[in-house]
């Protein structure tokens, strides 16, 4: 079986929106909060919890974060990534119908990726693997193996999808078909020369 894996941030959604709404949250511009809130990213996508990676924010912005505040914060984080591409849902449908064994391979949080399976369109992949889950990030060699376990696939079998040159590459250092994602068109040429 021939798999399509597709990341999800800027692939799937749009960036989030979010940010501005975090930063006043915090009492803060969006110039002083965003370096933060990717600073301590990858920290929380990996297996972090949703309260230490707010704690870690406020306290490098001496900002006091309690559960409550957390729980907020979480809240405008994960509706900030949650406005899908129309084009690229149709895409998705397309290719399920067509028979397509589809999957999602995300750097996000455990919380994100219980969003994500509460989704009606989270049915069109067969698959849908976090980083937040299983406590590595793309692009480490971990979690591309532990996808192809899961899908019971071969590297070759699978052509994957990221906005991210160095997912890409990593996917690539396992022997898996990847390409970086510059929108639908280009995707469905790459289907095209897969097959070949």
């Excluded at 060699?141 to 990221?162: H, V, W």
């Excluded at 022997?175 to 994602?181: F, L, Y």
Aim: net charge negative; glycine share 8%.
């Amino acid at each position: 079986m021939n798999w399509i894996v597709f990341d999800y941030g800027d692939v799937i959604c749009e960036h989030t929106d979010a940010l501005p709404t975090l930063a006043k949250a915090f009492g803060l511009e969006l110039t002083e909060f965003e370096p933060h809130y990717w600073a301590e990213r990858d920290r929380y996508d990996s297996g972090g919890s949703d309260l230490e990676y707010w704690q870690s924010i406020g306290r490098a912005l001496d900002v006091p974060v309690d559960k409550a505040f957390a729980d907020e914060l979480t809240g405008i984080d994960v509706a900030g990534w949650t406005h899908v591409e129309p084009d690229v849902l149709e895409l998705l449908q397309g290719l399920h119908e067509a028979g397509a064994a589809l999957a999602l391979l995300s750097n996000a949080s455990s919380t994100f990726g219980r969003w994500v399976r509460e989704q009606e369109w989270a049915s069109l992949f067969r698959v849908t693997l976090f980083s937040g889950d299983v406590g590595c990030m793309k692009p480490d060699a971990k979690i591309y193996r532990l996808l192809l376990a899961e899908l019971g696939a071969e590297p070759a079998d699978c052509l994957f999808f990221d906005d991210r040159q160095s997912n890409v590459d990593g996917a690539r250092a396992v022997g898996m078909k990847a390409e970086r994602w510059v929108g639908v068109t280009s995707a469905q040429s790459a289907f095209g020369s897969s097959e070949e």
